[in-house]
């Protein structure tokens, strides 16, 4: 059976997994200084970056509308459908999905669509998009790829270290206690996701360098990464990849690492230099 695997645009993948692959994008829209970017295949990461150092707002996004995934679903014609998306207590994004998959089915009641919420983003989205690539290429059934793919996000862990936290705090991404906090300290914090989606502190240190290396560290002590594939999405700063990539090698053993760049939505909150992980 042939298959499509449908995902937002904070699954940053890379535009050869777009033109070689399974996959289509469904994007979310940036606004800020007047300006709507949307996250497709012109993003200019250098202007976003710019125009956020040059306005003291933070940048807002908008989800995909249910149109912009039932577009999606018509051009994939009768292929199985995979959606990943954002973490549903992060963005509308699920939601919208799910609207979109129940419309299709009012008048494609065989079609076989699947909404899985990340639980993530970035990083924790590209692991799960390549996952069911995996899965589906080697001929599985749908369900046992549904099945098989919601295992692994409820195992998948996912962390990152930011230069800051103020767009995840202005833009509501963070509990109250957690906003306190960012607003307090200038530490830099290591942070991850809770089995639900949400962002949580793991840990903290004086400078983005220490974060990262007590980063490597938390991996290599979970014994759950051995033989799994790590992706590393990076914000404008392919020195810090590799300087994570560097350390894993040093002390993890996971059977692939993957690097790649941040797309729009994953720069708003990343900002400069965000390093994001997921396992």
Not at 49 to 74: G, H, I, V, W
Not at 216 to 222: H, I, R, T
């Amino acid at each position: 059976m042939q298959f499509r695997i449908i995902v937002d645009s904070c699954c940053d993948l890379t535009a050869a997994h777009f033109f070689q692959g399974p996959f289509t994008r469904v994007p979310l829209t940036i606004s800020l200084g007047g300006e709507d970017i949307v996250d497709n295949d012109t993003f200019d990461q250098t202007h976003l970056l710019l125009l956020m150092r040059e306005n003291s707002l933070p940048p807002k996004t908008a989800c995909p509308s249910p149109a912009q995934y039932l577009d999606a679903f018509e051009a994939a014609g009768d292929s199985d459908i995979y959606v990943v998306t954002l973490s549903a207590l992060l963005s509308g994004s699920h939601n919208a999905a799910a609207q979109a998959r129940s419309i299709w089915l009012e008048e494609h009641p065989t079609a076989r669509i699947h909404i899985f919420n990340s639980c993530s983003a970035a990083a924790g989205e590209v692991r799960i998009a390549l996952k069911l690539q995996e899965l589906a290429s080697a001929g599985l059934d749908f369900q046992t790829v549904v099945s098989e793919t919601s295992r692994y996000i409820a195992s998948m862990t996912t962390l990152f270290v930011l230069e800051d936290l103020d767009h995840l705090r202005k833009n509501g991404r963070l509990t109250g206690a957690l906003s306190a906090v960012t607003g307090a300290l200038r530490i830099k914090l290591l942070m991850g996701a809770t089995p639900e989606g949400e962002i949580k502190k793991v840990g903290q240190a004086l400078s983005v360098k220490q974060a990262l290396s007590r980063m490597v560290e938390l991996m290599a002590k979970d014994q759950d990464h051995v033989g799994k594939d790590l992706s590393i999405v990076h914000c404008n700063n392919a020195e810090r990849a590799f300087y994570v990539r560097e350390l894993v090698q040093k002390s993890c053993r996971f059977k692939d690492i993957l690097i790649t760049d941040a797309r729009g939505v994953t720069t708003v909150y990343a900002n400069d230099g965000g390093v994001v992980v997921a396992y």
